[in-house]
Structures are given as C-alpha cells and as structure tokens.
C-alpha cells in the first residue's frame, strides 16, 4: 500500500465549475433566444442580458477553478 499524500481541492474548485455549468447553460440559453426571439413585451428585450449574466457566471468559475493555487495535503 502506498503512504503518498493525496492532494485535496478546496471546495473553492467544485463551485467554479457549478458556476462554469450554468453559466454555459445561461449563456446558451441566451444565444438561442438571440437567435429565436420571444413576443414579450420587456423594456430591455435587446440587450440579451442572459448572454452577458452567462459570460459574468463562465468567467467567476474560469477564475475560481484556475487560479486558485492552494493545495492542501492530507
């Protein structure tokens, strides 16, 4: 049986990629109604915030499963 040290992610790592998840779900969700527009009657209807809050959700979990340098061994 081997004794090395397993390294352990902080929990940090498994919500960037929830958060990576989403937002390419949101994001794609976006670029569908981009493309397939619905008859609602909204005030900011063309400035596709579904596309920009999934870019917002792609990048915080980009910056939280890649940059964070941390490793902890137990």
Request: positive net charge.
């Amino acid at each position: 049986m081997s004794t090395e040290a397993i390294p352990m992610r902080p929990i940090w790592y498994f919500v960037g990629w929830v958060l990576i998840i989403v937002g390419m779900i949101v994001m794609a969700a976006g670029i569908y109604y981009l493309f397939v527009p619905i008859h609602l009657d909204i005030e900011l209807r063309g400035m596709h915030m579904s596309i920009w809050w999934g870019l917002v959700l792609l990048i915080g979990g980009l910056m939280l499963t890649l940059f964070n340098r941390k490793k902890t061994v137990v």
